[in-house]
């Protein structure tokens, strides 16, 4: 004679409060990156490229003033922090953040002492459509 084996089933309730429990954990244990610095509207572009490493950043906000690495500095002497900031960078890479109501020989002036400061690559940022 042949017995008929019952399958078991585990309860899966006690797996679900678990998960549900590492999941409440998980989202209140975790932090946020706020990126802390100055107000900008960037220009919209489909294409934008996101370039990691150790970079200058340069933001020019539409209220005036310019900014390296989040370090308010004087229009006359940029030249010579740029010179300070690349000597120091990983990679010659300047990003420009400039508000997109900035006049375009504004932007063009910083660009330029960029590249005489040492800059292989000129970024400007933009926001994904």
């Known amino acids: 004679m042949r017995r008929k084996s019952k399958s078991v089933f585990p309860d899966t309730t006690p797996l679900a ?3 549900f429990l590492l999941l409440i954990f998980f ?3 975790s932090t946020f990156i706020v990126s802390p610095g100055i107000k900008l ?3 919209k572009a489909v294409s934008s490229e996101i370039e990691l490493g150790r970079t200058v950043i340069i933001e020019m906000p539409l209220g005036g003033g310019i900014f390296v690495n989040n370090a308010k500095v004087d229009f006359n002497e940029l ?3 740029l010179d300070l900031t ?4 990983k990679e010659k890479v300047v990003i420009i953040k ?3 109501k900035i006049q375009h020989g504004f932007v063009v002036k910083v660009m330029d002492m960029a590249k005489i400061a040492g ?3 000129i970024i400007i940022a ?4």
């Open 98 to 100: 400039a508000d997109k």
């Open 27 to 29: 989202m209140l244990s």
């Open 79 to 81: 030249p010579q922090i």
């Open 41 to 43: 509207k960037l220009p």
């Open 86 to 89: 690349l000597s120091k960078a």
């Open 17 to 19: 409060d678990i998960v």
């Open 126 to 129: 933009t926001e994904p459509e």
């Open 119 to 121: 800059a292989q690559r």
